[in-house]
């Protein structure tokens, strides 16, 4: 992995593991050329999901969303690769499924944005906030084989 690589936070939202598309999202990632470094597979508590979402505690929305993402399990996941961040949020595409294009995860699987699969950290400073929150444990570091292959 380049000097420059940087991490971020995916987590599949229960619409997306209920609707069997977390080997898709992953195979997505792997594809793009970027390198698992954390999984797991979690049923929140409201609490943590409140600790997470805390930057939205004031909007309307805020009670059903927690509502709603403690109503299944999540798969969190941290992915390491060049411009982490910027690139998973295009991946994923737009909040709003219905302004997603086309190729995006967001675009090709959902309709609504209370429905919209996967949660993407927004900078390089919310995902490490997120990733301390999700992996207290750390992450796990190894070299990929393909590297070389993948990395100028």
Request: aromatic share 8%; net charge neutral; charged share 25%.
């Amino acid at each position: 992995m380049p000097n420059n690589a940087e991490r971020t936070y995916i987590m599949v939202k229960p619409d997306g593991v209920q609707r069997g598309l977390v080997g898709e999202i992953i195979a997505r990632f792997e594809k793009r050329g970027f390198k698992l470094i954390a999984l797991k597979l979690e049923h929140a508590t409201k609490e943590h999901l409140e600790k997470h979402y805390a930057d939205l505690k004031d909007k309307p929305f805020f009670p059903g969303l927690i509502k709603y993402m403690a109503s299944g399990p999540v798969v969190a996941m941290v992915w390491e690769g060049l411009d982490a961040v910027k690139t998973g949020r295009v991946m994923l595409g737009a909040t709003n499924p219905l302004a997603s294009a086309p190729g995006t995860i967001r675009g090709d699987y959902a309709l609504a944005v209370g429905r919209n699969i996967c949660h993407g950290s927004d900078s390089v400073e919310s995902a490490e906030k997120e990733i301390a929150l999700w992996f207290p444990e750390g992450v796990i570091q190894h070299t990929m084989a393909s590297a070389e292959w993948v990395f100028e």
